[in-house]
């Protein structure tokens, strides 16, 4: 009886979505037209959508005048490594946190909540003095690395997944002889996959975007992301929009296509963390 | 890898015959699994936290031996033009930041909430700007928003309006080109907030009320919109704190200019801290941010509790 939508109103939807997501889009639709045109036609009224003779020189030519191909690989180095350290020590840490019952959890699991109501502005000059002054870590991959591996939302989203995980069936695995560590790699961990899946995405774009990390602890060019990579072109190349838009355009693919395969994870980590929380 | 170092290192073979008792043993073993990333978070997150809360009462510019000079430090923002009207436009760009976002990210969740084909394309489409980088955001709507040439003068001009405003470079006009640009960015990680508890509420309910004669407005203001308002309250505390910590965005779009136009708290803690190395300032400047989180926090749960009795 509810999946009667009258034909009219259908119409009427449809027209409705088409002009939200046209006006919503129009900056990257925008952004993909200019950079495939020189920078004497980005401005041109009326706007050629699609260039008649596009220029895709701009897209070989961002590779030439910053090391862009460099940035590209600093940034998935330091992504990846990120990923993989937050996916272990934040199913690890969700795991004692829901199912192990010890003294004193609480008490740890609600500073782990605390600190994610506690803006970075309030740490960040001091957690840049302790990187330069203690480890002398400043200018390396390695201190972004460790920024962003040990944040408390990840370990909170894995947790309410895992509190999601029935006790019997953890119980039946101690009787049989499983060690809690056995339990968490044989029955914990194949659960949570779906979790896992939303924390990898997660942890993925906001490294990938992360731009003001890059921007304080970063010197060297050689060591640079392509955030950073793309601000240098803007400063640099202030005029060349052509290519500005041609970097941006390709600093967002990697974002598009994990976003596309797993934007249901996405979508869910985004509502269960969200209401659930 | 990690996972299997940790199990053979930290799980010792059961004590046979005592010395440890269960309860003793089942701590240890749920430390064992807190304690990678906790050592991370202690060391990262906590320790700068109460450094912060050391330095807002310190002069210290990151070399010299710190000397405590007490609420100084306090006083000097108190009383610093700069830092009143950072507080100033931190307000006003939050008001305007929740109330249109909720608006329009309600409103979207209603509407992609249809069964209809290809309905996830919308979807998608609307929530691609939230997962988009700052940088590249940043960098086409400068240009988009650019005094003579730009696509919004232009449609402005076209529209009638004579001489329509430099935007990122008018100091005027600067704060709401960036609360466009931040509304634009966030509506659609909303939006699916909302989708999430609209989906969640009973189809009976709805047919009910369709039986009872109730039409699509009723419907949703009388029985959908009081469902909805734990996200409502969810939704307005996350916008207010993320409004209220705005930096990455603002910072791509002017750096906080032209002139201190756009220099909202948190850019403010940013230059007494990168430009002016001043750490006690910018601490206490970041002590003021957290209270005024803190205190929203605090109050939206207060009131969602009394309106959930």
């Given at each position: 009886?509810?999946?009667?939508?009258p034909?009219?109103?259908?119409?009427?939807?449809?027209?409705?979505?088409i002009?939200?997501?046209?006006?919503?889009?129009?900056?990257?639709?925008?952004?993909?037209?200019?950079?495939?045109?020189?920078?004497?036609?980005?401005?041109?009224i009326?706007i050629?959508?699609?260039?008649?003779?596009?220029?895709?020189?701009?897209?070989?030519?961002?590779?030439?005048?910053?090391?862009?191909l460099?940035?590209?690989f600093?940034?998935?180095?330091?992504?990846?490594?990120?990923?993989?350290?937050?996916v272990?020590?934040?199913?690890?840490?969700a795991y004692?946190?829901?199912?192990?019952q010890?003294?004193?959890?609480?008490?740890?699991?609600?500073?782990?909540?605390a600190?994610?109501?506690v803006?970075?502005?309030?740490?960040?000059?001091?957690?840049?003095?302790?990187?330069?002054?203690?480890?002398?870590?400043?200018?390396?991959?390695?201190?972004?690395?460790l920024?962003?591996s040990?944040?408390a939302?990840?370990?909170f989203?894995?947790?309410?997944?895992c509190?999601g995980?029935?006790?019997?069936?953890?119980?039946a695995?101690r009787?049989?002889?499983?060690?809690?560590?056995?339990i968490?790699?044989?029955?914990?961990?194949?659960q949570?996959?779906?979790?896992?899946?939303?924390?990898?995405?997660?942890?993925?774009?906001?490294?990938?975007?992360?731009f003001m990390?890059p921007?304080i602890?970063?010197?060297?060019?050689?060591?640079?992301?392509?955030?950073?990579g793309?601000?240098?072109?803007?400063?640099?190349y202030?005029?060349?929009?052509?290519?500005?838009m041609?970097?941006?355009?390709?600093?967002l693919?990697?974002?598009?296509?994990?976003?596309?395969?797993?934007?249901?994870?996405?979508?869910?980590?985004?509502?269960?963390?969200?209401?659930?929380? | 890898?990690?996972v299997?170092e940790?199990?053979?290192r930290?799980a010792?073979?059961?004590?046979k015959?005592?010395?440890?008792?269960?309860?003793?043993?089942?701590?240890?073993?749920?430390?064992?699994?807190?304690?990678?990333?906790?050592?991370?978070?202690?060391?990262l997150?906590?320790?700068?936290?109460?450094?912060?809360l050391?330095?807002?009462?310190?002069?210290?510019?990151?070399?010299?031996?710190?000397?405590?000079?007490g609420?100084?430090?306090?006083?000097?923002?108190f009383?610093?033009?700069?830092?009143?009207?950072?507080?100033?436009?931190?307000?006003?760009?939050?008001?305007?930041?929740?109330?249109?976002?909720?608006?329009?990210?309600?409103g979207l969740a209603?509407?992609?909430?249809?069964?209809?084909?290809?309905?996830?394309?919308?979807?998608?489409?609307?929530?691609?700007?939230?997962?988009?980088?700052?940088?590249?955001?940043?960098?086409?709507?400068?240009?988009?928003?650019?005094?003579?040439?730009g696509?919004?003068?232009?449609?402005?001009?076209?529209l009638?309006?004579?001489?329509?405003?430099?935007?990122?470079?008018?100091?005027?006009?600067?704060?709401?080109?960036?609360?466009?640009?931040?509304?634009?960015?966030?509506?659609?990680?909303?939006?699916?907030i909302?989708?999430?508890?609209?989906?969640?509420?009973?189809?009976?309910?709805?047919e009910?009320?369709?039986?009872?004669?109730?039409?699509?407005?009723?419907?949703?203001w009388r029985?959908?919109?009081?469902?909805?308002?734990?996200?409502?309250?969810f939704?307005?505390?996350?916008?207010?704190?993320?409004?209220?910590?705005?930096f990455?965005?603002?910072?791509?779009?002017?750096?906080?200019g032209?002139?201190?136009?756009?220099?909202?708290?948190?850019?403010?803690i940013?230059?007494?801290?990168?430009?002016?190395?001043?750490y006690?300032?910018?601490?206490?400047?970041?002590?003021?941010?957290?209270?005024?989180?803190?205190v929203?926090?605090?109050?939206?749960?207060?009131?969602?509790?009394?309106?959930?009795?």
């Amino acid at each position: 009886m509810l999946n009667k939508i009258p034909t009219w109103r259908k119409v009427l939807l449809y027209a409705a979505l088409i002009l939200i997501c046209a006006v919503t889009l129009l900056p990257l639709v925008w952004m993909l037209s200019a950079s495939l045109k020189l920078d004497k036609d980005v401005f041109r009224i009326p706007i050629e959508w699609i260039p008649s003779d596009p220029a895709w020189s701009n897209y070989q030519r961002i590779w030439e005048q910053v090391p862009m191909l460099r940035f590209t690989f600093n940034t998935f180095k330091v992504t990846i490594i990120t990923t993989i350290i937050q996916v272990f020590t934040c199913s690890f840490a969700a795991y004692g946190f829901a199912k192990c019952q010890f003294k004193g959890r609480n008490l740890l699991f609600l500073l782990y909540v605390a600190t994610i109501a506690v803006p970075w502005q309030v740490y960040m000059l001091p957690q840049y003095t302790m990187m330069n002054n203690v480890f002398h870590m400043v200018d390396t991959h390695a201190v972004l690395i460790l920024l962003h591996s040990f944040d408390a939302f990840g370990v909170f989203l894995l947790r309410q997944f895992c509190m999601g995980i029935p006790n019997e069936l953890l119980e039946a695995a101690r009787i049989d002889g499983l060690s809690e560590y056995g339990i968490y790699r044989r029955i914990v961990l194949p659960q949570m996959g779906p979790s896992i899946a939303t924390l990898v995405i997660f942890t993925f774009v906001s490294n990938w975007n992360d731009f003001m990390g890059p921007m304080i602890y970063l010197n060297s060019t050689e060591l640079k992301t392509v955030q950073l990579g793309i601000r240098m072109f803007m400063g640099q190349y202030s005029t060349e929009y052509g290519l500005i838009m041609a970097a941006s355009v390709v600093s967002l693919i990697p974002v598009i296509i994990v976003f596309l395969i797993f934007q249901k994870q996405f979508v869910q980590g985004i509502a269960t963390s969200g209401l659930k929380g | 890898m990690a996972v299997k170092e940790k199990t053979g290192r930290e799980a010792p073979p059961a004590p046979k015959g005592g010395g440890m008792t269960l309860r003793r043993r089942r701590t240890l073993v749920g430390l064992s699994f807190i304690t990678p990333n906790f050592v991370g978070f202690f060391v990262l997150n906590l320790i700068p936290i109460l450094f912060a809360l050391l330095l807002c009462f310190n002069k210290w510019d990151g070399f010299n031996p710190m000397e405590f000079v007490g609420l100084d430090n306090f006083k000097y923002i108190f009383t610093h033009k700069v830092f009143q009207q950072a507080v100033v436009k931190t307000v006003i760009f939050t008001a305007f930041s929740v109330v249109i976002t909720m608006l329009l990210s309600l409103g979207l969740a209603v509407l992609i909430n249809q069964k209809l084909k290809g309905i996830g394309i919308f979807r998608t489409a609307i929530f691609f700007p939230y997962v988009a980088s700052v940088v590249a955001v940043a960098a086409v709507w400068q240009m988009l928003f650019q005094k003579d040439m730009g696509l919004i003068n232009e449609i402005l001009r076209a529209l009638g309006v004579a001489d329509p405003p430099g935007w990122f470079a008018s100091t005027k006009w600067a704060l709401p080109a960036v609360i466009v640009v931040n509304i634009w960015k966030n509506m659609g990680y909303y939006m699916i907030i909302y989708l999430a508890a609209l989906q969640d509420i009973p189809t009976s309910l709805v047919e009910a009320g369709m039986i009872d004669g109730a039409n699509a407005w009723q419907r949703f203001w009388r029985i959908k919109w009081p469902l909805l308002r734990n996200a409502t309250f969810f939704v307005a505390m996350m916008l207010t704190i993320n409004s209220f910590k705005s930096f990455d965005l603002i910072y791509a779009l002017t750096e906080g200019g032209p002139g201190t136009a756009t220099t909202l708290l948190s850019q403010y803690i940013y230059n007494q801290s990168f430009v002016s190395w001043d750490y006690g300032r910018a601490s206490a400047a970041a002590m003021v941010l957290f209270a005024i989180v803190a205190v929203i926090t605090l109050f939206q749960f207060r009131l969602e509790k009394k309106f959930s009795e």
